[in-house]
């Protein structure tokens, strides 16, 4: 047995899994005399909890850069030091002459003092690099006797070889090479050895199957399937105190966050007393639910929270402090994170670097974040990130597209972005318009006006008033023709403007602008009361500001974009997970509230806008303000995707043979198609006397069509007066589907391709999708007809069927 090498290899691993995680470099003083302090106070540092260190040690010399470069060269070669150590104590029967030799290297660990010197430090360098030699030369002589260590702890620990877990010897192999790469193994109890490693890999994480010599009966975490806790009921809140205290301070974007949840509550309130009505208060999960606000953490860079007084964007902001408000009307239990110190609080994240899984059970239904908090927790939640994502929602302003999201798929077709790649259900990206069915919408609320308020604005309008939509001065610069549509828009009307400042007037600014500067809230709401016209420069793009101008009784007027803008021809676009092509600077407002409150011109051309100027100031129009951007609209929506959305159970193959048609003897199945034609439509719809499965959207709102070569599932729904529906691609995804749209096919192949299910007439070929995770209403080809799963939708909540609720 070798054993002289054993306390001089617990110091070095000690040395290494403290310093070297956290880039302490120690100038002046050797590395090993800092472990023989450590070694010489008693073993009050535990590797095991590295926080708890009562060291905190920082020297400085002269030639200290090049103290710290020997250091490094001395920390490389502790570790092969330390993995030749650890092969050495599983070798016995070592010559004496080699066991002296380690009994040397122990005791020469111990005979290092502090040194202040650079000239010591070199020297200690050079006894390092011999120190590895020997143990390099030991190590060869007894591997070349082939006899192997078996004590009685080690030989409980043969690494198995179980064909239910493939990957174990590997991950052995792994640990063996890198398990001082991160403190949280030694957090979790891993010493260097091999039963360590087996414990850790069957017990915290999952490679592994369980020891038989662990201690049964309390079986590991990963393999108890963890008792549900009682449900609980949601009951609505209209008191928004606690959320407020939630919401925290100390920056102006949590300020700007906590003016409007209190501008807004009394709406809020009364629409949950409407949606409870609605409701009939029905029984309503309470969910435990994490939102953690990724974009306005200080390890984000935090670059909105100074610019909130300086004109800077705030529809991230507004939609954030709409998602609290909703979650904690709702009734359901709410934690706000704004640092990655609370997010790794909350999830029981261990010491470390983010390697290891956490310490527990993910102790939430739902957690609410953005592309920065996704980054954040794959940085801190190490494999737990996968296990959990099913939980996870991620507000992204304009849409994942399938294509992008899917890892392997983007990377090898050129869909790969900054953004995308995380293999999501698409409907966990959630967005702040309905533009992208592919995902799931979100959305904001507006203030809505009693009738009081809309009569008194009808009053005071006044009729050659225009507010220019801009509060930056770069968007004002007289580029692209905006000099020739501003002097044309100022011979009719008087043009104000709402451009921060802190001084002195932007030059970018005309002077026949009346510039009011940068407007609290409720004073931009006056201003918009007054004004007849609330015109767009073209950027910023999809915002919510137009919305809040239609609500008081703006018209809306807007540049058409030809050719639209995209992330193939627009450098604001380039780089997002979209292909979406953008027609006006609102395509919502252009696309789902339209004339007379909506226009959208060209305005390269000065005879269409002075047209469309001279039109706006002879139409008169009530404020107007969809439902779906309500405080109902947005909680009706939100408790629809709390209580119906499940990306965690497995979704079942859907076999059109397994079904059965009511009154069949024994449920058998009886001939007959699956989708028939709808009466005064193109559509197929699912057959009535065929049981459904179960589904969230029900197959009552299925609407089967085929598309046009060339034309996404969007468009084709769309002209057809329905919205492209992805939780139903599944159910069309078949022969049968073909059959009964009465398409001709030579070959049906199943493959991975964003596009399928498709056809090509000329050819006669049919593709079936083997790829869930590709299902997408934006693909499209020009070579193909692709089938599309349209539905019908709520009147003025295009998110909800109408049987949805």
Avoid at 508 to 529: S, Y
């Amino acid at each position: 047995m070798i054993t002289g090498s054993t306390d001089g290899k617990i110091m070095v691993r000690r040395c290494l899994v403290t310093f070297k995680p956290f880039r302490i470099f120690v100038v002046g003083i050797g590395f090993f005399s800092v472990c023989f302090l450590m070694t010489s106070l008693g073993g009050q540092f535990s590797a095991k909890r590295l926080g708890d260190s009562p060291f905190t040690i920082r020297t400085e010399v002269l030639g200290g850069v090049e103290s710290r470069g020997v250091l490094r060269k001395i920390s490389d070669m502790l570790e092969v030091i330390l993995k030749r150590m650890d092969s050495l104590s599983k070798l016995n029967n070592t010559s004496s002459t080699d066991a002296r030799r380690l009994d040397e290297l122990s005791s020469a660990l111990n005979r290092f003092q502090p040194a202040g010197l650079v000239e010591r430090i070199q020297a200690i360098a050079q006894n390092v690099s011999n120190m590895a030699t020997r143990v390099e030369q030991i190590l060869q002589n007894s591997m070349v006797q082939g006899r192997v260590v078996r004590d009685g702890t080690s030989s409980q620990c043969e690494i198995p070889r179980d064909p239910h877990f493939p990957e174990c010897p590997g991950k052995v192999d792994w640990m063996r090479a890198r398990w001082t790469s991160d403190p949280c193994y030694a957090f979790y109890g891993v010493d260097g050895s091999d039963c360590s490693f087996l414990v850790y890999l069957s017990e915290v994480e999952w490679f592994c199957p369980p020891l038989v010599w662990r201690n049964q009966s309390s079986p590991p975490t990963q393999y108890v399937v963890q008792p549900k806790a009682p449900k609980r009921q949601a009951a609505f809140r209209t008191d928004l105190s606690v959320l407020l205290d939630q919401v925290g301070a100390g920056k102006e974007s949590l300020s700007f966050m906590k003016r409007r949840i209190r501008r807004l509550a009394q709406q809020w309130a009364a629409a949950a007393n409407r949606l409870d009505a609605k409701l009939e208060q029905r029984w309503r999960d309470q969910k435990k639910i994490l939102v953690h606000v990724g974009f306005l953490t200080e390890e984000s860079g935090d670059v909105f929270s100074p610019k909130v007084l300086k004109g800077g964007p705030l529809g991230e902001m507004v939609q954030w402090a709409d998602i609290l408000t909703a979650l904690h009307v709702l009734g359901h239990n709410l934690k706000i994170s704004m640092s990655v110190k609370e997010l790794q609080g909350f999830l029981g994240v261990p010491p470390g670097r983010g390697s290891c899984p956490l310490t527990g059970p993910l102790p939430f239904d739902l957690i609410y974040t953005d592309y920065h908090g996704m980054q954040q927790m794959k940085q801190h939640m190490g494999l737990s990130l996968k296990k959990h994502k099913c939980h996870i929602r991620v507000i992204d302003t304009f849409g994942t597209e399938p294509a992008y999201n899917h890892e392997e798929y983007a990377t090898l077709h050129g869909y790969r972005t900054n953004w995308g790649y995380w293999n999501l259900n698409a409907r966990q990206y959630m967005t702040m318009f309905p533009h992208t069915p592919d995902n799931s919408f979100m959305g904001f609320v507006s203030e809505e006006l009693n009738e009081t308020e809309k009569k008194s604005i009808q009053q005071n309008k006044v009729n050659n008033m225009a507010v220019v939509y801009g509060k930056e001065a770069s968007m004002w610069k007289l580029q692209q023709g905006k000099d020739g549509f501003l002097q044309i828009l100022h011979n009719y009307m008087e043009v104000h403007g709402t451009v921060y400042y802190e001084t002195q007037r932007p030059p970018e600014v005309p002077a026949f602008v009346k510039n009011h500067g940068l407007l609290p809230q409720h004073e931009l709401q006056q201003l918009l009361r007054k004004a007849k016209l609330f015109i767009g420069f073209g950027f910023p793009y999809e915002g919510p500001a137009p919305l809040e101008a239609i609500a008081n009784g703006c018209i809306f007027l807007q540049p058409k974009f030809t050719p639209p803008h995209s992330s193939l021809n627009h450098e604001f676009f380039r780089g997002k997970p979209t292909s979406r092509e953008v027609s006006s600077q609102h395509p919502y407002a252009e696309q789902y509230i339209g004339r007379p409150h909506v226009m959208t011109v060209d305005y390269n051309n000065s005879l269409e806008f002075d047209s469309a100027i001279r039109e706006i100031m002879r139409t008169q129009v009530e404020p107007y303000l969809p439902y779906e951007y309500t405080c109902e609209g947005m909680l009706e929506r939100v408790h629809a995707y709390i209580q119906h959305q499940d990306f965690c159970s497995l979704e079942p193959p859907f076999v059109p043979t397994n079904l059965s048609r009511p009154g069949s003897a024994g449920g058998s199945r009886v001939p007959g198609p699956l989708f028939v034609p709808l009466p005064n439509s193109t559509a197929l719809g699912w057959a009535s006397n065929v049981t459904a499965p179960a589904a969230w959207p029900p197959l009552s709102s299925l609407r089967l069509l085929v598309s046009q070569e060339g034309q996404s599932c969007v468009e084709t729904c769309r002209s057809e007066g329905f919205i492209c529906e992805p939780a139903h691609f599944r159910f069309i995804n078949n022969k049968e589907a073909l059959r009964r749209l009465e398409v001709q096919c030579d070959v049906v192949d199943s493959e991975v391709n964003h596009i399928l299910p498709a056809f090509s007439v000329l050819r006669r070929e049919c593709g079936l999708q083997r790829e869930p995770l590709l299902f997408s209403c934006a693909g499209y080809s020009p070579k193909y007809r692709r089938l599309c799963p349209c539905r019908d939708f709520r009147r003025g909540q295009v998110a909800l069927c109408r049987d949805c609720l």
